[in-house]
């Protein structure tokens, strides 16, 4: 059974979910486990209905600075060198957490180069070729054919 927690660690822990949005973060904060504020929310339903609100407002704020750190980088607000993992996360975070937005998250390099293919088998030339010979078979006589009478209609033309 976990204790109850008292009414500055719920707001503490409210804090730090608007801040980062994670309930991780909120239980490092805060001293607790994770378990803990999980029953919590279940005991209080005031309690729930703050965290949630606040989890969704700590992804809003991720989600911002984010695409502020993508800014900074397309307006060369940055002095260091650009670091292209931080830009690919940051474009991941607020794909993730902002509604509409749509980045690029995978950064390609481009490779260009010719193949040439050799085949050693010549191609035939196809307006040359006669076309095959179909055998068409009568239909409009009663006879009814066998595979056998086929089979030995063929043979006698083959030959």
């Known amino acids: 059974m976990s204790k109850k927690i008292n009414?500055?660690?719920?707001?503490?822990c409210i804090a730090a979910l608007r801040e980062q949005g994670t309930m991780q973060y909120a239980s490092r904060i805060c001293g607790i486990s994770v378990r803990t504020l999980n029953e919590e929310m279940r005991r209080s339903e005031i309690f729930k209905r703050k965290v949630?609100?606040?989890?969704?407002?700590?992804?809003?704020?991720i989600a911002d600075r984010a695409?502020?750190?993508?800014?900074?980088?397309?307006?060369?607000?940055?002095k260091e060198k650009t670091d292209r993992n931080r830009l690919t996360?940051?474009?991941?975070?607020?794909?993730?957490y902002e509604p509409g937005f749509r980045g690029q998250t995978i950064i390609q390099g481009r490779v260009e180069h010719n193949i040439r293919v050799t085949s050693a088998v010549p191609r035939p030339n196809y307006d040359e070729l006669e076309p095959p010979k179909v055998k068409v078979l009568d239909i409009t006589q009663e006879k009814t054919y066998n595979k056998d009478v086929i089979k030995s209609e063929i043979i006698k033309e083959g030959k």
Do not use: Q, S
């Open 52 to 61: 949630l609100e606040a989890r969704a407002e700590g992804k809003v704020n």
């Open 89 to 96: 996360a940051a474009i991941a975070l607020a794909n993730a």
């Open 67 to 78: 695409i502020e750190l993508i800014k900074a980088y397309a307006y060369g607000e940055n």
């Open 7 to 12: 009414h500055d660690i719920k707001e503490t």
